[in-house]
């Protein structure tokens, strides 16, 4: 499968580093973003909503939400 993750990311967050670490398990690549580097705390809940919490994940723009919608996606395609 070669599809296109992106994992939007603050500092400290344990979830953040696990959702990247399945992504790795799973073997696919993804592009990393973090708050107050790649973009702003205003810009993040206005994409993802106000009660929107770390890790956001998107694959191929569709947004998969934080790590158990990733887990789910990843589950369903068979990747892990």
Do not use: H, W
Not at 13 to 33: D, I, N, S
Not at 48 to 76: H, I, N, Y
């Amino acid at each position: 499968m070669n599809s296109n993750f992106a994992v939007y990311t603050m500092d400290g967050c344990p979830y953040c580093e696990k959702v990247q670490e399945l992504l790795r398990e799973a073997g696919q690549k993804f592009v990393t973003y973090k708050i107050d580097k790649d973009f702003t705390p205003e810009s993040f809940f206005v994409e993802f909503g106000s009660d929107a919490r770390f890790p956001q994940v998107t694959v191929d723009g569709e947004r998969l939400g934080g790590c158990k919608g990733t887990v789910d996606f990843l589950k369903e395609k068979k990747l892990i």
